[in-house]
């Protein structure tokens, strides 16, 4: 059984280009969590995503980025015009339909460098 | 709004010694608690996790944990460490009528021979 597959794990992108992360979750899981980790932090939620809906993207900054999780294929998060601090390690987490104990399940991530 | 602290940001270890890795909280409702570990370049794997019962948590690993409701802590505990514990461990919290984790700074642990 597949975990939570991210792509590409390691993305370098100029400042003003555009990067997009990919999320697979894992199977027979519908609910999409991303994450950021920065330099010597924690993860801090982002957005929250079911099929072909944003549950909450209370997380995201409110420029340049967005979220998407479509009915058939993984799920997009999309940063337009990168910055330097943009520069971060990308969580996606996922969960089952109907659990009751929140355990997410994590990808492995994809590291941002922008220079 | 919830938050964890996690008091120590490197804590060195001999192997075959115990370990306590710190984790306090703030919530003004009632929570779930977790903790994480990441190794080198890889995702986050869940050890153990607190969501109602008994206080003491048993995870994966040999780790355990005691929720502490007067002091708003969750510490992880190992009885005897191993080299390859060595990692970054993470406390997480969340409401237990919600879904974000919100997550400590981290601890990393370094277990040497």
């Known amino acids: 059984n597949a975990g939570v597959m991210q792509n590409p794990r390691h993305l370098v992108r100029r400042r003003g280009q555009e990067a997009r992360l990919r999320c697979s979750p894992m199977k027979g899981h519908s609910h999409v969590y991303w994450y950021r980790q920065l330099p010597e932090e924690g993860l801090k939620f982002m957005v929250y995503?079911?099929?072909?809906?944003?549950?909450?993207e209370s997380g995201m900054p409110k420029e340049r980025f967005s979220a998407e999780f479509p009915k058939e294929g993984p799920s997009i998060l999309r940063i337009q015009q990168v910055v330097r601090g943009d520069s971060a390690a990308y969580f996606c987490?996922?969960?089952?339909?109907?659990?009751?104990?929140?355990?997410?399940?994590f990808g492995p991530g994809t590291r941002l460098t922008v220079t | 709004a919830q938050s964890v602290t996690q008091l120590d940001s490197q804590v060195p270890v001999f192997e075959e010694a115990p370990v306590e890795l710190r984790c306090n909280y703030s919530s003004s409702v009632s929570v779930y608690l977790f903790w994480y570990v990441q190794y080198p370049n890889q995702g986050l794997q869940l050890l153990l996790k607190y969501l109602s019962g008994s206080t003491l948590v048993k995870g994966i690993n040999g780790f355990e944990a005691e929720f502490n409701k007067s002091q708003t802590s969750f510490h992880l505990r190992k009885p005897s460490v191993h080299i390859s514990d060595t990692a970054e461990y993470f406390c997480?919290?969340?409401?237990?009528?919600?879904?974000?984790?919100?997550f400590g700074k981290g601890t990393s642990l370094l277990v040497t021979p």
């Open positions: 997480a919290v969340s409401a237990n009528s919600g879904y974000a984790l919100n």
């Open positions: 995503l079911q099929k072909e809906n944003i549950i909450d």
């Open positions: 987490a996922s969960s089952p339909v109907g659990t009751d104990s929140y355990e997410q399940y």
